[in-house]
């Protein structure tokens, strides 16, 4: 499994943001779940949203509950997260990550940065 993770960058406290991790190889139904973390500076990655594709099954951590949204294209192998309201605390590092068997396969880390 590879997986390319996109989104991020600069963005406005307040405003969203969108993250997106395709299945580059192999289909997205060929994991058992997908799963966004983050790492702030001097912090520990922490799961933030997770997913399984073959069902319905989504979870938020506390501190994103009610705030993202997990959307899936299929066709593209691909599924989003997207983070409304964002403050200056969800300032960190971004990873996707897809458990496969007793595998863990991560994407690329993407920096969001959220400030004014």
């Known amino acids: 499994v590879q997986l390319q993770a996109s989104g991020g960058g600069l963005v406005q406290p307040g405003g969203s943001l969108r993250l997106s991790c395709q299945v580059a190889?192999?289909?997205?139904?060929?994991?058992?779940?997908m799963k966004w973390h983050r790492q702030a500076p001097g912090n520990q990655r922490e799961l933030v949203a997770g997913?399984?594709?073959?069902?319905?099954?989504?979870h938020f951590s506390d501190d994103v509950k009610g705030r993202g949204t997990i959307s899936r294209d299929y066709a593209k192998n691909a599924a989003y997260l997207q983070i409304d309201y964002v403050r200056p605390e969800d300032t960190a590092v971004y990873y996707c990550?897809?458990?496969?068997?007793?595998?863990?396969?991560w994407g690329q880390g993407t920096l969001v940065t959220v400030s004014s």
């Open positions: 997913f399984i594709p073959s069902g319905s099954v989504e």
């Open positions: 190889l192999g289909s997205i139904f060929s994991i058992n779940a």
């Open positions: 990550s897809a458990d496969q068997g007793q595998d863990t396969y």
